[in-house]
């Protein structure tokens, strides 16, 4: 498994959430909405030091990682983040 970010979306969190050099941005499972693999869990994002880093991708020395206990939501597959362009919002996809 690997998380893939685009250009623009590293652009994206520089902007919105203006991530400095040593970041840690954590991608998880949360309750409520919906995913590809999981009905009633959804993808959330949050800033946080890691406590047990599972895959991480670190760009401009900012890491981005999905927690060891999180790794069971992504069945298997990569986590390409993306933006929409139209929404100016992170898109999330996943890639086998």
Do not use: C, Q
Not at 85 to 96: A, I, P, T, V
């Amino acid at each position: 498994m690997e998380i893939k970010l685009t250009e623009k979306a590293v652009e994206w969190f520089k902007e919105e959430m203006e991530i400095e050099h040593g970041d840690y941005i954590r991608f998880y499972a949360r309750y409520g909405g919906s995913s590809p693999f999981h009905e009633g869990f959804s993808l959330g994002m949050t800033r946080e030091e890691p406590h047990e880093i599972g895959i991480e991708t670190v760009i401009e020395n900012v890491h981005f990682f999905i927690e060891k206990s999180d790794e069971w939501f992504f069945n298997h597959h990569n986590l390409i983040v993306d933006v929409d362009e139209s929404m100016d919002e992170l898109r999330y996809s996943y890639e086998k």
